[in-house]
């Protein structure tokens, strides 16, 4: 996992929570700035590749380990 500036734990939240949760935390953050989110809803990996190209940030890395669902998503 590369390095990133801010982390949000998702875990045991379902759509849309994850999502609504990291838009926040995005919102408070410098362009350039990464977040880590960890998710354990599976269906959180094609949301947030969704919401990368919606709202024109970069989802740098999207892996599965342990159960959980790690995304890094560095700020447009």
């Known amino acids: 996992m590369a390095d990133f500036d801010q982390e949000l ?8 929570l994850p999502i609504l949760r990291a838009k926040k935390t995005l919102g408070a953050m410098s362009s350039g700035q990464v ?9 959180s990996v094609k949301d947030f590749d969704a919401f990368a190209k ?23």
Do not use: Y
């Not at 734990?9 to 849309?16: I, Q, T, V």
């Not at 977040?35 to 269906?43: F, K, M, R, S, W």
């Not at 919606?54 to 890395?61: A, P, R, S």
């Open 54 to 76: 919606q709202t024109g940030n970069t989802l740098l890395e999207s892996k599965e380990e342990g159960g959980k669902f790690h995304f890094l998503i560095k700020k447009s």
């Open 35 to 43: 977040l880590h989110v960890i998710a354990t809803d599976p269906g």
């Open 9 to 16: 734990d998702a875990s045991g939240l379902n759509c849309p």
